[in-house]
């Protein structure tokens, strides 16, 4: 299992009803792994951590529609 595996299992954000929703780490140093929660097997995607904050501030500022 990679590092960054192993640090999505640490925090789960859920996003809709019915289980959907990622796994999001913040454990390592510079990037964010991100995976969906419904398939734990599955890998990692990572993203800067300064390109993943301003994604987040995005969605939350309603960029994207609703979501």
Partial sequence: ?????????????????GGS?????????????????KDPESPALTFLTDAWSSFVSAVRSGEFGDV
């Fill in 1 to 17: 299992m990679a590092a960054c595996d192993r640090a999505v299992q640490a925090v789960t954000l859920l996003g809709g009803s």
């Fill in 21 to 37: 929703g990622v796994e999001v780490s913040y454990s390592l140093p510079g990037i964010v792994p991100v995976r969906d929660s």
